[in-house]
């Protein structure tokens, strides 16, 4: 079956510092692969999504490459505001079901 | 702009005492599904809606019911919440079919769910 593992934290950095959640993923076929972010107290957003090999998907300067060769998914960002405090999910789709397998989530803490 | 709305946000109830939770969508979606999440821990799939299909995860409790009615609405009915149904409730949809998309889940913003 499919699965996700994804760094579990919690991560803690100073503003401005580079952020790197590691994920790697297991399926069959060819998955579409998420990042959602829960701001305390909210639902799940979509942050950014990649449908194929090689896709980078990029959203408010979170980036992250679909690297099928490794079968990994990080999240990366440049440089962190306190802003962006949140769980991070990783998550991954395919056609043989429409359900969505998650990570066990990232709790990020930004201090200023 | 909300195209997933839950209500109501904040639900308190007592132990034993029926809740129903509600969802709706503008999106038009086929499939709506209803998560419990703990704590910030990865949301739990307890069921889902395909077109008027209903798919029970097998181990949801059979104190959690589902209706939906209409496309556009769908219900969480717990029939005796307990102490440890406390969580919030989220209620996703997507688009499933021959134009699959890319499998992306839309979340409401979800009910908070306190059982006194």
């Known amino acids: 079956g499919n699965s996700v593992t994804q760094m579990e934290g919690p991560v803690t950095l100073s503003e401005e510092a580079f952020l790197t959640i590691n994920c790697t993923y297991t399926?069959?076929?060819?998955?579409?692969l998420f990042w959602y972010v829960q701001y305390p107290g909210e639902g799940l957003q979509l942050l950014l999504k990649a449908t194929k090999a090689d896709d980078k998907g990029s959203n408010k300067g979170f980036e992250a490459t679909y690297r099928k060769e490794t079968t990994s998914f990080h999240l990366e960002k440049g440089s962190v505001q306190v802003s962006d405090s949140a769980v991070y999910f990783c998550a991954l789709s395919d056609r043989s079901n429409y359900k969505l397998t998650f990570g066990k989530g990232t709790l990020l803490t930004v201090n200023p | 702009d909300a195209m997933v709305i839950q209500n109501p946000r904040y639900q308190v109830t007592q132990f034993g005492k029926p809740v129903t939770l509600s969802c709706s969508q503008t999106l038009n979606h086929n499939v709506m599904y209803w998560y419990q999440q703990k704590s910030s821990q990865a949301p739990k799939l307890l069921f889902h809606y395909y077109d008027k299909d209903f798919n029970n995860e097998a181990d949801t409790p059979d104190n959690f019911q589902s209706r939906r009615p209409n496309t556009s609405f769908c219900f969480l009915d717990i029939r005796s919440p307990g102490l440890g149904d406390a969580a919030m409730y989220l209620c996703?949809?997507?688009?499933?079919?021959?134009?699959w998309g890319t499998g992306e889940l839309f979340f409401g913003e979800g009910s908070r769910l306190t059982v006194l």
């Open positions: 399926a069959t076929g060819y998955p579409s």
């Open positions: 996703a949809t997507s688009r499933f079919g021959g134009d």
